[in-house]
């Protein structure tokens, strides 16, 4: 059952146990078979996208006081973190969604796997016209989404599920603006730059913008007069998640950290930077790795 960040208020416990990656005298050694001792700290280096935010803080001292030192290493570049990880360099990433995963391991014929759900982050469409709901963008409009493969599919099922387009057979993670029924649509979509897309908001009726390009133009993610938080199923591909290699995917020390991340305290953190534009995930790691499979076959066979 998905919860409201809000509403998240236990931990989540994980139906499996997690292996550790090679790593140095102190680090969750390979074959660990119990949780950390805070009388004999273990550390676990992690790579994120976001590191100066608030909640990684929280989440880092309780972690030390359960005896793991989590070492946090921040990149801007995303696709640096999972290369990383399958090096052994960083034991666990948490910065991507399952798409992005499925893209990364069949692109590089690695096999990391998500052991943990977190969150889903809104998609959300922005207009700084009259415009209160999604029904009232009269026919005809133009709307502005990122063109990058990854966010311009999910804006497309953003705008479906908004009733202002409608798919070819439904749509899915891999559909680009052809895909589009034109006799079955309101409006018209003008793909750009994802950083084009706040810029764009001021000419056209509204515009798809991801939550980081949102927050870097001052724009509040919570004026979106529609998100894919509203439609769950399919924002699917987009859960967020940590991830490990598979040959480490059974450590306890790792299903401690995960645990620790879903502390209320923590959420609380999480929260309040997000502004309320997430929704909680307590998929177990098989369900994800379920999701993380069909998506592979989709892009293979969108590849053959």
């Given at each position: 059952m998905k ?5 998240l208020v236990?931990?989540?416990a ?14 969750a ?6 949780t ?9 280096k ?8 608030a909640y990684?803080q929280?989440?880092?001292?309780l972690?030390?006081e359960?005896g793991?030192d989590?070492?946090?290493q ?7 973190p999972?290369?990383?990880?399958s090096?052994?360099?960083?034991e666990?990433?948490?910065f ?9 391991n ?9 052991i943990?759900?977190t969150?889903?982050?809104q ?5 700084e016209k ?6 009232d ?8 989404i ?6 311009q599919a ?13 798919l070819k ?10 895909d589009?029924v034109a006799?079955?649509?309101r409006?018209?979509v ?9 810029v764009q ?6 515009a798809?913008i ?11 993610p ?9 439609d769950?199923?399919?924002a699917?591909p987009?859960?967020?998640v ?7 995917a ?7 950290l995960v645990?620790?991340?879903?502390d209320p305290s ?10 309320g534009?997430?929704?909680a995930q307590d998929?177990?790691?098989?369900e994800?790795?379920e999701i ?8 293979e066979?969108?590849?053959s």
């Open positions: 919860r409201k960040l809000s509403t236990a931990a989540i994980l139906t499996a146990t997690l292996a550790a990656c090679a790593g140095g005298a102190d680090s050694a390979s074959g660990a078979t119990a950390a001792d805070p009388s004999d700290p273990v550390t676990v992690v790579g994120v996208t976001d590191g100066s935010k990684w929280v989440f880092v001292d972690a030390k359960e793991i989590v070492e946090l921040n990149f801007t570049d995303y696709q640096q999972n290369p990383i990880v090096q052994g360099e960083l666990l990433n948490q991507q969604h399952l798409l992005f995963l499925a893209n990364y069949l692109s590089a014929d690695a096999d990391l796997v998500p943990s759900a969150v889903i982050y998609l959300g469409l922005y207009t009259d415009y209160e709901t999604p029904a963008i009269p026919d005809g409009a133009e709307i502005a990122p063109n990058d493969a990854t966010n999910r804006a497309l099922l953003v705008l479906q599920s908004a009733e202002l387009i409608t057979d439904g749509g899915g993670a891999l559909s680009t603006p052809a589009i006799d079955e649509s409006v018209t003008v793909p750009v730059d994802a950083n084009q897309t706040t908001l001021k000419s056209l009726d509204a798809i991801n939550n980081n390009f949102a927050s870097d133009a001052g724009i509040d919570t004026t979106a007069i529609y998100s894919d938080l509203e769950l199923e399919a699917e987009y859960i967020n940590w991830v490990a290699r598979a040959e480490d059974e450590n306890p020390i790792y299903a401690q645990e620790i991340y879903h923590v959420t609380e953190a999480l929260l309040e930077e997000s502004k534009t997430a929704v998929q177990t790691p098989a994800l790795q993380l499979a069909g998506l592979t076959a989709d892009l066979a969108a590849a």
